[in-house]
């Protein structure tokens, strides 16, 4: 028995889902076939199986908290505050412990390994999105401090999270609206 995916035509989100990027003449959906796609293709995802690993390890326990802050601005106004605290909680009780300890422990500039990785990006945004929210969050972590320091000094990073770059500002009012008009009409 064969299968097949029937599309409408001009819809081209494989599960009639978002996200989609175009990309090397490709239209890919999935978060993660995404991120995998573009790191393989910058070079951002180790240099052997080992590596590739923590790599993916990494992001996925850091994209665990990442999507508590991207769905933040989709809560109620009554649940946004009581999501802040527990969205630090986790980050101060269960993710930022590790990573500290991994930068302070294995003694390589970076997360995995002497290169930039997916990992260490990921982390940025991560944090740097915390930062919009609880701008203290790092107070008890210097090892994560100096990490952030350092990866948003990196020129093509520095270069993106300055004002008047493609970086996407935090969603606003009228961001929120419009994806609750184009999702739940």
Known sequence: MGFSCRRSRGNHLLFQQVPMVEIDGMKLVQTRSILHYIADKHHLFGKDLKE?????????????????????????????????????????IRYF????????????????????????VILLQT???????????????PHLQEFTVKISNIPTIKKFLEPGS????????????????????
Do not use: C, W
């Open 127 to 141: 944090i740097l999105a915390l930062e919009e929210k609880i701008p203290n969050i790092l107070s008890a972590f």
């Open 52 to 92: 590739r690993t923590l790599i993916d390890m990494y992001v996925e326990g850091t994209l665990d908290l990442l999507e508590l802050i991207i769905m933040h601005p989709f809560l109620k106004p009554d649940d946004q505050q009581k999501e802040v605290v527990n969205m630090a909680q986790k980050a101060i």
């Open 166 to 185: 493609k970086k996407k500002p935090p969603p606003d009012d009228i961001y929120v609206r419009t994806v609750y008009n184009i999702f739940m009409p």
């Open 97 to 120: 412990p590790v990573f500290e300890k991994v930068l302070r422990d294995h003694g390589q500039r970076f997360l995995v390994g002497n290169e930039l990785s997916l990992a260490d």
